[in-house]
Structure formats: structure tokens, C-alpha cells
């Protein structure tokens, strides 16, 4: 499976966010994600309810803060109930992805 980075920052405008999780073989913006702890790990995937592609996203401490307290209004973003809050470590002055 493909991985690809996220490409919105923090601030960005919500609009910037939903386009930074579209699919990246139809550019859909109907798309979902799935963010899970694999192995300790870090672990999103994203799916197109349009093309049906598949793929994983790499994201960073400061994309997942967004997604979390203000995804966008058209993204479908599921998170593990197991993942822990550790995982978003501690935003630095490197703070926009």
C-alpha cells in the first residue's frame, strides 16, 4: 500500500485540510479515514467512497491535533478506540506540516 504524506498544517482553512485527505487516484474528497495504533505504531488509512482506492497517510502530531478538535465538515475521520494520547508528542516552533 501506498503512503502518502498529509500536505495542511494546522491553521489551514478547512478547505486546505479536506483536500490534503482526498483520494489521491480520483481527487474525490469523499473519502474516510481511519486512524489506529499498529504495533505501537501510528496507523492511517484512507478510502474513496467514489474510485474505491485504498492507501495509507503519514501524519503528523500537529495534522492529527487538527483532525481531532476541528476536522472538516466533509471529512469522515474514525479514530481506534485504543489509540493513546501520547501519540501526538509535543508541538515544537516546527508546529505547520
Not at 42 to 57: F, N, S, Y
Not at 72 to 83: E, G, H, M, N, T
Amino acid at each position: 500500500m501506498t503512503v502518502y504524506d498529509a500536505v495542511f498544517a494546522l491553521d489551514d482553512p478547512d478547505v486546505l485540510v479536506g483536500a490534503g485527505l482526498s483520494c489521491p487516484a480520483c481527487l474525490s474528497e469523499r473519502t474516510s479515514l481511519f486512524v489506529d495504533v499498529v504495533d505501537g505504531g501510528l496507523d492511517a488509512r484512507g478510502a474513496c467512497g467514489d474510485c474505491g482506492a485504498t492507501w495509507a497517510l503519514a501524519l503528523a502530531p500537529q495534522q492529527l491535533l487538527r483532525l481531532s478538535l476541528d476536522p472538516p465538515p466533509q471529512a469522515d475521520v474514525r479514530w481506534s478506540r485504543q489509540f493513546p494520547p501520547a501519540l501526538l508528542g509535543e508541538i515544537g516552533e516546527d508546529w505547520d506540516a
